[in-house]
């Protein structure tokens, strides 16, 4: 009989769909690396189940996936037992998505390509979008970025038709002037008309509903980029990898549908650490009047007042 090694993990998978066992873990072998074996195995993520290991039953969270398994499940035999959330398993909805092993082959060189999808912080100055945006366009960040605003404002002037009072919410020339002011933020609006004037598709990623926002996915653009979105802040997400050729991405093929997965899972972690804010549930208070207000007053006073200068407050009871 061949020896086992003491660093073997063995995993019972009970699922809707039948069990399945899974023996090629280690004791050095990462919460990420599980994730993957299982989505192989099974064809349900992991991250839209509720998992649980142990008699009685309790409920452990894969959060990071460079953890050790052993952090998370300390007993080398196990059952993990995997009930899926209701609406959660199409949450990409995306059809023969690969599971994510973030490593692929190079064409001919025999080596292991590593992509890892990252954050760009940039700065929080009322301009965030279109930093992000440039960031992904250029690879260089600027730090306000006023011809974005200045090319909205004239596409939006060319085409009063389409950009009419129900698309932006006032008359187009107010707008205009709106819109090139850098104390105002940018949003949905803004992002539908970068995407259509550059033709490609811009991604927001939305932390605290898992979600994906996706301007110009309809038009089939070859290209797409992607944003992630705090509540209040958009910063751009690149890729990482070990190809000298193209150390840094900051935009995509429209065919690479694996990254749609991983700019997700960017945000599941964020989520998982809190690092969104709930607008729904905070006051924001102008620091320039000392008054206080929640997400949608707000919006409106900084419109009428110009004040741009908020801070998050406690929680709403």
Known sequence: MANVSNDNIRLRIKTKNGQFNIDTL?????????????????????DNCKLMIGYPPQEIFLVDDEQLIKDIIPNRRETLIMNEIVGQSNKSNLTDVK????????????????????????????????????????????????????LIAETVQSDPITYNE??????????????????????????????????????????????????GEDKNYPRRIFLIFDGIHYDPLVVHSNDMDNPLQTNFSSDDIIVIEMALDV??????????????????????CNRLFDQNQARQHASTTGHVNFSELNEKK
């Open 99 to 150: 599971p994510i092993t973030n490593v692929e082959k190079f064409d001919a060189r025999n080596q292991q390509l590593i992509r890892r999808m990252d954050r760009i912080e940039v700065p929080a100055n009322n301009s965030c979008l279109f930093v992000s945006v440039h960031f992904c366009l250029t690879g260089e960040i600027q730090e306000k970025c006023p011809q974005l605003r200045n």
């Open 26 to 46: 280690h004791t050095s072998s990462t919460i990420g690396e599980l994730k993957s074996i299982i989505w192989s195995v099974t064809d349900m993520h992991p």
């Open 267 to 288: 945000a599941r972690k964020a989520k998982a650490k809190h690092q969104y804010t709930d607008l729904n549930r905070m006051y924001l208070k102008c620091n320039q």
């Open 166 to 215: 129900g698309f932006l919410g006032k008359p187009n020339n107010v707008y205009q002037k709106w819109i090139r002011n850098e104390d105002h933020w940018g949003g949905g609006i803004e992002l539908a008309i970068l995407s259509s004037y550059y033709e490609i598709e811009i991604v927001a990623v939305d932390t605290q509903n898992e979600r994906l926002n996706r301007f």
